[in-house]
């Protein structure tokens, strides 16, 4: 099985990156092994970010998700296991000391769960954000497939299975840590294991990449590696010499050079 759930909560873990969240992979919630895909903790104060992804819009101080990808059904039984997990996570951290207001509970799939439908109500909050009701916890429901487009939803296209989607999100997804190309390279890999083929490549992602954060360079950094007639090139001969010592010029220019131009000169003052 392709391991899809690790890869969104690395990809998670890098969109809450400077935020007062902060995400735990695979978080074991009792002493007999019971993991929780994704949990998302507030951990100091602050915003999170000016435009946040649909469907995290009012994220609580605890926010545990669990995700189903493409060959997984978001079914009723995920939803009363994911509020057994919230269940021992308030046994975990101390039920007085976390209300239920506090905690949040998030199912994350690639596509509509239809039967899940026929069962309970969804409530449609935006495109492709529900929220359903399963005994007394109101369950919020992401799916990706539905998700609109754009660089607010990068995070969510990256994982839509659909082309255009996941190219856009690679393209626009701006990415908090320092090299993402391994997590890239991962999306890219797997998607090729599930029989999709990305045109968008690696060299694509780096050429994205560099371009969205070329301003955060220094001078020196944008222009190394480039030879110096590439890194002239298009600037006019004028702007070229400024600052230049008259005296610093002639020096490379060859005697001949010079008494061909001082020639000139005479030539235009007599004419």
């Known amino acids: 099985m ?3 759930h690790r890869i969104l909560g690395m990809v998670l873990t890098d969109y809450f990156t400077g935020t007062p969240y902060e995400v735990e992979l695979e978080k074991d919630l009792s002493l007999k092994r019971q993991i929780l895909d994704v949990a998302i903790i507030r951990k100091s104060a602050g915003g999170v970010r000016e435009e946040i992804c649909d469907g995290f819009e009012d994220l609580k101080e605890h926010n545990l998700l669990t995700y189903k990808s493409v060959h997984e059904s978001l079914s009723l039984w995920v ?3 994911l509020i057994g997990y919230y269940v021992m996570y308030r046994k975990l951290i101390g039920k007085d000391g976390c209300e239920a207001s506090r905690i949040g509970l998030y199912a994350v799939c690639t ?3 239809r039967r899940l439908s026929s069962e309970l109500a969804l409530k449609e909050l935006k495109r492709g954000v529900y929220e359903i009701k399963v005994l007394s916890c109101a369950i919020r429901i992401i799916v990706l497939r539905e998700i609109e487009r754009g660089r ?3 995070i969510w296209n990256l994982f839509s299975l659909e082309e255009d989607k996941v190219r856009n999100g690679m393209a626009e997804y701006e990415w908090r840590v320092a090299e993402p190309s391994t997590i890239i390279d991962q999306l890219i890999k797997m998607y090729g294991k599930e ?4 045109a968008y490549t690696m060299e694509d992602f780096k050429k994205d990449y560099i371009r969205e954060n070329l301003g955060e360079l220094e ?3 944008r222009l190394k ?3 110096v007639e590439e890194r002239l090139k298009g600037v ?5 010499l400024k600052g230049l010592d008259a005296k610093e010029i002639l020096k490379w220019l060859s005697p001949d050079i010079i008494e061909d131009y001082l020639d000139m000169i005479k030539k235009n003052r007599q004419g």
């Open 2 to 4: 392709i391991d899809w």
């Open 79 to 81: 939803l009363e296991e």
């Open 111 to 113: 596509k509509y769960p």
């Open 152 to 154: 607010r939803n990068a």
């Open 195 to 198: 029989g999709i083929k990305m």
């Open 219 to 221: 001078p020196e950094e």
């Open 225 to 227: 590696g480039l030879p």
């Open 236 to 240: 006019p001969a004028e702007e070229r």
